[in-house]
C-alpha cells in the first residue's frame, strides 16, 4: 500500500495572504479551521521539519483571536531543539502561549536552563529574555543562581539583559534580591550603556523594596552624578544620541534613582544639587526628549531635599510648560503641579491664572487636570475670581466632570464663601446649570446650609421658586426647592424679599408648582415624597387648609407605598391629632454642622421666638462613639458594653408636652430628614433606628402593655426611676423613660445621664429634658432610652450620673439589675 | 514599568501584543478591547496620554498604526514617547520605510527587534546600532540552520 505523503505545510506568509483574502468573518473562520486541522495532523505526526512553520501559523492565528493552546507543547519541543531558528519561534511562542497558571510551563525550566549556559550567546540572550518576561516564581527560584552568575560576565551583551532578567526575579521572588547583592559591586563602572542602564534599573528595584539596600546604595550618589555629569558634558556621540541630547533613556533613569537615593536625606540631597541645577537650565527644550529629562529632573527636585531655590527653579520649568504648545507637556505639567500644590502651595498660585486658562483647552485630559488643580487652589482670597471661572466651566464642560465640578464648587464655596448671599447664589448657578449631575448627598447639605442662612430665607425660595418655574426636571435642584417652599411658603407669598424685587405669587400658585411636582413623569418617588410633604407642612402657612387637606387625601391611596404611608399619617394628622400640627410643622431650627460630607448632628435650637420642638434627630451611627463614652468604657473598664451615643441637652427647655414630643422627636415630619433617610444617616445604621423614624409608633396606642415601673437608682436625694413602653411595631425594642427626681434641698445642675448595655444589646439615648433637676422634687428630668435586644437576653445596664450640686461635682456608676422580666421577653 | 505594549490598525485590528506581567487571557482580551475603543475614540490632536485604572496609557499614530503603551503610575509619559519612537525607529532600520504591511508579514521579526529593545517592561539596550547588529547577527544564525540541513525555505 503506496503511503501518500502529505502536502508540505503551506507557508507563514502564503498562510497570511490567503487569510486576508477572506471577506466576511465566517470566511476567515473557515480558513482557519482548515489550517488548523492541518497543524493538528501535522504535530500528531511529529515533523521536526515543518514544526516551526506551523508554530509560527498558529502565532498568526493567535493574534487573530483564535484559540492555539494545542501548540503548546510544540513550542516545548522547539525550544528544546538546537536549531536556533526553532528555539526562536519556540521561545515567541512561550511567551505568547503560555503562562505561569498552567503546570505546563515549568517543562520550560531545564531547557531555559540548558540554553542560559549555551555556548551561544544569541542563544542565552532568547533564554534570558523568555525568563526575565515571563518566568514564574518557581522558574525564578530555579534559576536564579544561573542568572548572578550571568551578572557577573564581562560579556555586555549578555550582562544587561541578566540584569533585567535579575529585576523580573526580584519582582516576582522578593526573597531572593539579597542574593544579586554582590554581583552589583562595580555594575556602574561599566562603560556600556546598556549595561548602565539596566543596571540603573536594577538598583532601582532594589532600593524601591528595601531600606536595607537603599541605605547601602546611597554611597553610590557621587558616581552617579559623574555618569551624568559625562552625559551632559560629553560631545555628540552618534551611538546614543536623540535630537543633540546623549542618552535620554539612561539619563532619565539616572535622576530618577537620584530621586529616591536623595528623598529624605540630607547629604545626599546636597551632593546632588549642582548637578539637578545644570540639567534643569542647560537642557534643549525644543523637543520632546529633552522636556523628558526636564520633567523628571522636576519630579526628582520636588522630591528630595532641595534648597528653595532649586524648586523654585522647578516650578518655574513648570510654569514655562504650562505655556508650552505641545498638549503632552501642558498636561505633564499640570499633573506635577497637582502633586506639588499641597507642599509648594504659593509657588504653585503664581501659575494660577495660565491654570485657569488650561479650563479652557480642548483636550479632554487636559481640561480634567486643570479643573482638579483649580480646585486645589481655591483659597479665601481667589474665591470670587476662582468661582467665576469654574462655574463657567461647569456650563460649557463635557458631561462627564459636572458631577465632579459641581462637587468641588460645593465643598470650596463651603469653605470659602465670603457672604451667605453669595453662598446662596453660588448653589443656585450650580443646580440650575448643572442640576442632574449634583451628587446625592449634596441634597441634604444644601438644606442644612439655607436653613442655616436664616436671613436669606425669603430670597432663596423666591429664586428656589422661579427655577422650579423654568425646569422641574433636574430633580436635586427640584428637591431642594420643593423642601425650601415647604418651609418658608410664606415668605413666599407675603413678597418679603430684601436682596431682589420681591414676586407676586399666589397661595395657589405656589400649590399648584407642588402639585405639579408629584404628578409629573418627571419627578423620582423621592421628589415626590419631598413635595408632598412640602404641602403638608403649608397647611400651617397658608391659609387654604382645605385644598391641602384634599391634595394628601388623595395621595392615602397611592400605589407609591411611600407617598402613601405619608398620606395617611398626614391625614392622620389632620384628624386626630389637629391640636399638635402647629407644633409639629413648624419652622426648623439651625443645625450644626459636624462634617461637611458626614451625616448631620442637631445639636442646638436656634433662639427664635416660638418655642421650638426638639428637633429629629438623625440618630448617629452607632459605631462612632463621642468623647463621653469612651470615658465611660474607661471607667467601667468592661469590654462587653457598648458605648452609647449621647445627644447633649438643648439650651432651651422644651415647651410643654415635653415627654410626647421626645418620643416625636424621632419622627421627622418636616421634609428635610425624613425624605432621605438612606442618604442622610450612613449605612451603618441599624435597621431599628430607622424603623423608628419611618413608623409612627404614636399614631398606634402605645400600650404600656403592663410592664411595672422600677427605681433604678436612688442615692445621694437622686432618685431615678425607669418607666417602659414597647415601640409597636418592633416587639424587640423596649422604650424605656428615667425620670430623675431630687429630694434635697438645692438643684442639681449640669445633670447628665449616661448608660451602657452589653454587647448584643444596642442602644440609644435622646435628648434629656433638661439638665436641672430642681431641688425638693418639684419637678422631673426625663430622658428616653431606646433598647434593641434581637437575642431576648436579660437587660443589664450600667448607668453613670454626673452633676453639679452645692458647688460640687458629683459623679457616680452604678448598675441595674432589678429590670423587670417583661422589659426584654 | 511599562505593563503591555499593543499595536493595532485603525479598524482596531490587533498588530502586535507583548505583554510584560502575568495575565488570564480573558484580562488580556479585555484590554486589547478597553485599548482599541478608547485610542480610537481620541480626537486627532488630543495630547497622547490618558488615565485607565491605575495606569498611565501613551499611545502614538504613525500612519495606519497605533502604538499603546501601558506603563506604571511613576514612569515618565514623555520619555514612554521617546520609547515608542525609538521601536519605530528600530522596524525603520530594519524593514526600510517600514508600514504595517511589514508587520502585519513579518510579525515574528517584529517581535524579535521588541525583544532586543525591551525585557521585563524596561529598556534593554539604548543604542539603536547594538540592537540592529543583535538582530542581524541573530538572523545570520537563522540561515546558517536552513542552509545546512534543508533547502525548504521556512518562512516564505
Known sequence: ?825 | MMRFMLLFSRQGKLRLQKWFTSMSDREKKKIIRDMTTMVLARQPRSCNFMQWKDLKIVYKRYASLYFCLGVESQENELLALEIIHRYVELLDKYFGNVCELDIIFNFEKAYFILDEFLMGGEVQETSKQIVNRSIEASDMLQEDDSSEWYEVELFG
Open chain 1, 1 to 825: 500500500m503506496a503511503l501518500r505523503r502529505m502536502p508540505a505545510p503551506i507557508r507563514l506568509r502564503e498562510l497570511i495572504r490567503t487569510i486576508r483574502t477572506a471577506r466576511t468573518q465566517a470566511e476567515e473562520r473557515e480558513m482557519i479551521q482548515k489550517e488548523c486541522a492541518a497543524i493538528r495532523s501535522s504535530f500528531r505526526e511529529e515533523d521536526n521539519t515543518y514544526r516551526c512553520r506551523n508554530v509560527a501559523k498558529l502565532l498568526y492565528m493567535h493574534m487573530l483571536g483564535y484559540p492555539a493552546h494545542f501548540g503548546q507543547l510544540e513550542c516545548l519541543k522547539l525550544i528544546a531543539s538546537q536549531k536556533f531558528t526553532d528555539k526562536r519561534i519556540g521561545y515567541l511562542g512561550a511567551m505568547l502561549l503560555l503562562d505561569e497558571r498552567q503546570d505546563v510551563h515549568l517543562l520550560m525550566t531545564n531547557c531555559i536552563k540548558n540554553d542560559l549556559n549555551h555556548s551561544t550567546q544569541y542563544v542565552q540572550g532568547l533564554a534570558l529574555c523568555t525568563l526575565g518576561c515571563m518566568g514564574s516564581s518557581e522558574m525564578c527560584r530555579d534559576l536564579a543562581g544561573e542568572v548572578e552568575k550571568l551578572l557577573k560576565t564581562s560579556n555586555s551583551y549578555l550582562r544587561k539583559k541578566a540584569a533585567l532578567c535579575a529585576v523580573h526575579v526580584i519582582r516576582k521572588v522578593p526573597e531572593l534580591m539579597e542574593m544579586f547583592l554582590p554581583a552589583t559591586k562595580n555594575l556602574l563602572s561599566e562603560k556600556n550603556h546598556g549595561v548602565l542602564h539596566t543596571s540603573v534599573v536594577l538598583l532601582t528595584e532594589m532600593c524601591e523594596r528595601s531600606p536595607d539596600m537603599l541605605a547601602h546604595f546611597r554611597k553610590l550618589v557621587p558616581q552617579l552624578v559623574r555618569i551624568l555629569k559625562n552625559l551632559i558634558m560629553s560631545g555628540y556621540s552618534p551611538e546614543h544620541d536623540v535630537s543633540g541630547i546623549s542618552d535620554p533613556f539612561l539619563q532619565v533613569r539616572i535622576l530618577r534613582l537620584l530621586r529616591i537615593l536623595g528623598k529624605g536625606d540630607d547629604d545626599s540631597s546636597e551632593a546632588m544639587n549642582d548637578i539637578l541645577a545644570q540639567v534643569a537650565t542647560n537642557t534643549e527644550t525644543s523637543k520632546n526628549v529633552g522636556n523628558a529629562i526636564l520633567y523628571e529632573t522636576v519630579l526628582t527636585i520636588m522630591d528630595i531635599k532641595s534648597e528653595s531655590g532649586l524648586r523654585v527653579l522647578a516650578i518655574n520649568i513648570l510654569g514655562r510648560f504650562l505655556l508650552n504648545n505641545d498638549k503632552n507637556i501642558r498636561y505633564v505639567a499640570l499633573t506635577s503641579l497637582l502633586k506639588t500644590v499641597q507642599t509648594d502651595h504659593n509657588a504653585v498660585q503664581r501659575h494660577r491664572s495660565t491654570i485657569v486658562d488650561c479650563l479652557k483647552d480642548l483636550d479632554v485630559s487636559i481640561k480634567r487636570r486643570a479643573m482638579e488643580l483649580s480646585f486645589a487652589l481655591v483659597n479665601g482670597n481667589n474665591i470670587r475670581g476662582m468661582m467665576k471661572e469654574l462655574l463657567y466651566f461647569l456650563d460649557s464642560c463635557d458631561p462627564e466632570f459636572k458631577a465632579d465640578c459641581a462637587s468641588g464648587v460645593f465643598l470650596a464655596a463651603e469653605k470659602y464663601a465670603p457672604s451667605k448671599r453669595w453662598h446662596i447664589d453660588t448653589i443656585m448657578r450650580v443646580l440650575t446649570t448643572a442640576g442632574s449631575y449634583v451628587r446625592d448627598d449634596s441634597v441634604p447639605n444644601l438644606i442644612q446650609l439655607i436653613t442655616n442662612s436664616v436671613e436669606m430665607h425669603a430670597y432663596t425660595v423666591q429664586r428656589l421658586y422661579k427655577a422650579l418655574l423654568d425646569d422641574i426636571s433636574q430633580q436635586p435642584l427640584v428637591q431642594v426647592a420643593s423642601w425650601c417652599i415647604g418651609e418658608y411658603g410664606d415668605l413666599l407669598v407675603s413678597g418679603q424679599c430684601e436682596e431682589e424685587e420681591p414676586i407676586q405669587v399666589t397661595e395657589d400658585e405656589v400649590l399648584d408648582v407642588l402639585e405639579g411636582l408629584l404628578v409629573s413623569n418627571l419627578s423620582t418617588p423621592v421628589t415626590r415624597g419631598y413635595a408632598l410633604t412640602a404641602i403638608m407642612k403649608l397647611s400651617t402657612r397658608f391659609t387654604s387648609v382645605n385644598r391641602i387637606k384634599k391634595v394628601v387625601s388623595i395621595y392615602g391611596s397611592s400605589i407609591d407605598v411611600e407617598l402613601q404611608q405619608r398620606a395617611v399619617e398626614y391625614n392622620a394628622l389632620f384628624k386626630k391629632y389637629d391640636h399638635m400640627r402647629p407644633a409639629l410643622l413648624e419652622r426648623m431650627p439651625i443645625m450644626e454642622k459636624t462634617a461637611s460630607n458626614g451625616p448631620t448632628e442637631i445639636v442646638q435650637t436656634n433662639g427664635e421666638a416660638e418655642p421650638s420642638v426638639v428637633e429629629a434627630k438623625h440618630p448617629p451611627p452607632v459605631t462612632q462613639p463621642t468623647n463621653q463614652a469612651n470615658d465611660l468604657l474607661d471607667l467601667l473598664g468592661g469590654n462587653d458594653v457598648v458605648p452609647v451615643i449621647q445627644t447633649t441637652v438643648p439650651t432651651k427647655p422644651a415647651s410643654a408636652g415635653g415627654e410626647l414630643l421626645d418620643l416625636l422627636g424621632d419622627l421627622s415630619l418636616s421634609g428635610g430628614p425624613a425624605p432621605a433617610p438612606a442618604t442622610s444617616v450612613p449605612s451603618s445604621q441599624p435597621a431599628f433606628l430607622l424603623d423608628g423614624l419611618t413608623s409612627p409608633p404614636l399614631f398606634n396606642d402605645i400600650a404600656a402593655a403592663g410592664i411595672p415601673p422600677m427605681t433604678a437608682y436612688n442615692k445621694n436625694g437622686l432618685k431615678i426611676d425607669f418607666t417602659f413602653e414597647r415601640a409597636n411595631p418592633n416587639p424587640n425594642i423596649a422604650v424605656i423613660t428615667i425620670h430623675a427626681s431630687n429630694s434635697t434641698e438645692a438643684d442639681m445642675t449640669d445633670f447628665v445621664f449616661q448608660a451602657a448595655v452589653p454587647k448584643t444589646f444596642q442602644l440609644q439615648l435622646l435628648s434629656p429634658s433638661s439638665n436641672v433637676v430642681p431641688a425638693l422634687n418639684q419637678g422631673t428630668v426625663t430622658q428616653v432610652i431606646r433598647v434593641l435586644n434581637p437575642q431576648k437576653q436579660q437587660l443589664r445596664m450600667r448607668i453613670k450620673l454626673t452633676y453639679t450640686h452645692k458647688g460640687s461635682a458629683v459623679q457616680d456608676l452604678a448598675e441595674v439589675n432589678n429590670f423587670p422580666p417583661q422589659s426584654w421577653q
